[in-house]
């Protein structure tokens, strides 16, 4: 069989009728329906690995990196729908990775700054190609950190809505109790800011170098990557300074992820002033 | 089957004549023996708050233990009179007491349907009924198939799903707040009645530390003593509350203790993250502005019987898929125990003709010996056989239609008795 014939399409529409029968356990409640969404994530998940390992994708670009991505954060939803059986997951996970894949998409033919597959960059030590590679991982795994901080918060925000309105707890949805939302922020933001750091300082680092074609601080990928940063700094000192916990940590992450979502989406401008 | 179920239940019996009509643990084996002996029947007692029942059985007679023996039985256990006693039982025969106890034991004829604790009640009347030998075959089978049903229902339908108790479902609102209790500290204010309940199912959480505190020194250090806890000068109220993680409040004062202001000062000093209170007193001893949404969450008695409610009304739609169940597993137990009934009479009756056949065939050889080849031999033996299958086909069937159909009712009782007149199979 040939892995080339898998389209994006393939793993987007398995995670959307994975999505849909999470909605449809929600309504009513089977275990056959969770089972099922379970099958038809699995699936997705298996078609966008073999997608990914078919096309050797760039991470450069920004259809690579949004897909590549969107299936570290569906390898979540995988084992987080295995660890938490009786929660809700899918239905905050699925969303957001059919978002990123949707997002992708839209980047097709986005050829990125260079050829060729990222990983087999990341292995081959040669010069600014590897240190290219290193920025572009950091970054994508800071991303990684900042989906589950997002996932997270946006789960804490309706399990808080959901309690402030005193909801009985067996009523709808089941969530993870608040504290554990919060852990789980907490460790995902502390665990991406230093990679975002090292991502962000490889590529100031790269774009030093007179080998760059960038603009410099003006390029609007590099902005955006910085204020991602400034806000990843605020939202520590406030949790950590400040003691500032619950609802006003959820809203800056998500704050933060709009900004990666940002970062990924906007292009690196050329001096040439072209697109890459 | 010969059953019989008489007895009194919360839904016509008032209290007053339930407890009247109760078993001690004394009493209970007593009765059991008498019934055993005095009535020659298997017997199990159900005596709980909710009910009293006694289970009557006689597997092998022709007539099941009488109603009304039973009514007498019991006024006299109880030294009441019988006036007293008669007009609150009823009394439910085979199938309908099969149905009825399959019913009683899935917590369907219970006072909160679902609940769990009936199952064990019938548990331990069977297993004290067994432990004395007063049960037999008959309700051997039914209590252990009414156990295996109970279990059924509550596994197959959603009749026990969720909480029903206060203090039960003040923990699962604890439990969407914290996922972790080793590092918390639960306050416990006052010592009321429900409080004690709700702070033994806080206990099961495991939290790092109890503190109480009360009005009264001597009843702090007395509900700190009961709980591993320890007690806390009501002067000192604030400093617990800035270091609870969970408060647990039940005391009976008439104006709340705790107002938004004062918890506003609290909130001030506190360096932990959010606080659970659990106000279930009445009148509420925390101002409901407490509840923020945010660092705190308020939840009082109002809140915690809205959950029951829910639970309940959430259960009742799964009442009909367990009444199903519980229908086919009486009607599957009827037609078992007819089979088992029916059967050893159906094999006599083979038995006897089969001997009255062959004596015959033998006399015949007899009287003919010499003249018969073996072929003609086997021709007549297979023609008797063939006579024997066929008289006695046409009783048999009908038989077991008439136990199957009515699952071992009055025409199957009265087919199978005639049988055994008619034919004179006895024991």
């Not at chain 1, 619950?246 to 970062?263: K, Q, S, W």
């Not at chain 2, 007053?16 to 007692?45: P, T, W």
């Amino acid at each position: 069989m040939s892995y080339e014939r898998i389209t994006v399409f393939c793993f987007a529409a398995s995670y959307a009728v994975a999505l849909g029968l999470e909605l449809l356990h929600l309504l009513r409640p089977r275990p056959i329906h969770r089972l099922a969404a379970l099958v038809f994530g699995g699936a997705g998940l298996l078609a966008h690995t073999l997608y990914l390992a078919a096309q050797q994708l760039p991470l450069s670009s920004r259809h690579g990196s949004l897909l590549f991505l969107a299936w570290i954060v569906a390898v979540f939803y995988l084992y987080g729908t295995l660890h938490h059986r009786r929660v809700a997951w899918g239905l905050f996970v699925l969303p957001l990775v059919l978002g990123l894949v949707c997002l992708g998409t839209l980047f097709d033919g986005d050829p990125g700054e260079e050829e060729g597959f990222w990983l087999s960059r990341l292995f081959a030590f040669q010069g600014d190609r590897f240190w290219g590679a290193v920025h572009g991982t950091l970054l994508l795994l800071a991303g990684v950190g900042i989906c589950v901080g997002f996932v997270a918060s946006v789960m804490y925000l309706v399990h808080a809505r959901r309690l402030r309105a005193k909801t009985p707890p067996a009523e709808g949805m089941r969530l993870l109790s608040l504290e554990r939302l919060e852990e789980m922020n907490r460790r995902a933001i502390v665990l991406a800011f230093p990679l975002l750091t090292g991502g962000v300082l490889v590529g100031m680092a790269l774009m030093a170098q007179a080998a760059s074609q960038l603009q410099g601080w003006t390029d609007p990928r590099v902005l955006t990557a910085l204020v991602l940063w400034l806000v990843f700094a605020i939202l520590l000192y406030l949790r950590y300074s400040l003691r500032v916990r619950g609802r006003r940590v959820a809203l800056l992450t998500i704050v933060a992820f709009v900004l990666l979502v940002v970062t990924f989406a906007v292009p690196h401008t050329l001096s040439g002033g072209g697109t890459p | 089957m010969i059953l019989l179920a008489v007895g009194c239940s919360f839904r016509d019996t008032p209290v007053a004549v339930r407890e009247r009509l109760a078993f001690d643990a004394a009493k209970l084996g007593r009765s059991l023996d008498e019934l055993n002996g005095r009535y020659g029947c298997e017997a199990v007692i159900l005596s709980t708050c909710n009910r009293v029942e006694l289970y009557l059985a006689r597997p092998g007679a022709d007539v099941g233990p009488d109603g009304d023996l039973v009514a007498e039985f019991l006024a006299e256990v109880h030294g009441l009179p019988l006036a007293d006693v008669r007009p609150h039982l009823y009394a439910h025969r085979n199938e309908d007491a099969v149905r009825h106890l399959f019913r009683v034991t899935s917590s369907l004829d219970s006072l909160v349907v679902g609940e769990g604790q009936i199952a064990g009640q019938v548990r331990q009347a069977y297993e004290t009924a067994h432990g004395r030998e007063c049960v037999g075959p008959l309700l051997n089978a039914l209590f252990q198939q009414a156990l295996r049903v109970a279990k059924r229902v509550r596994t197959e339908t959603g009749i026990a799903r969720g909480k029903v108790s206060v203090s039960s479902a003040a923990v699962d609102y604890v439990r969407e707040v914290f996922s972790h209790f080793d590092d918390k500290t639960v306050l416990v204010i006052g010592a009321g009645k429900m409080g004690e309940l709700t702070l033994r199912h806080l206990r099961e959480l495991r939290p790092k530390r109890i503190l109480v505190t009360n009005r009264s020194p001597e009843k702090a250090q007395s509900v700190a003593a009961g709980c591993g806890g320890a007690p806390v000068p009501w002067e000192e109220l604030d400093d617990a509350l800035a270091r609870a993680d969970v408060v647990l409040s039940t005391t009976g004062a008439a104006e709340p203790i705790v107002t938004w202001e004062r918890w506003q000062k609290v909130l001030a000093r506190r360096k932990k993250g959010a606080a659970v209170i659990l106000d279930i007193a009445v009148p509420r001893d925390f101002d409901a502005r407490v509840h923020d949404g945010d660092r705190t969450w308020l939840f009082n008695i109002d809140d915690l019987k809205r959950i029951r409610e829910a639970t309940l009304h959430e259960r009742l739609k799964h009442v009909a898929p367990a009444e199903a169940l519980v229908e086919q597993e009486t009607g599957a137990f009827a037609k078992e125990w007819s089979r088992r009934r029916v059967g050893p009479v159906i094999e006599r009756l083979t038995q006897e003709c089969e001997a009255k056949r062959r004596a015959i065939v033998r006399n015949l050889f007899h009287k003919l010996n010499g003249r018969l080849t073996e072929a003609d031999k086997q021709y007549i033996e297979g023609a008797f056989r063939k006579l024997q299958s066929q008289i006695l086909h046409g009783p048999i069937r009908t038989l077991s239609d008439a136990m199957e159909e009515g699952a071992g009712g009055h025409e199957g009782h009265t087919l199978l008795d005639a049988l055994r007149k008619l034919f004179r199979l006895h024991d």
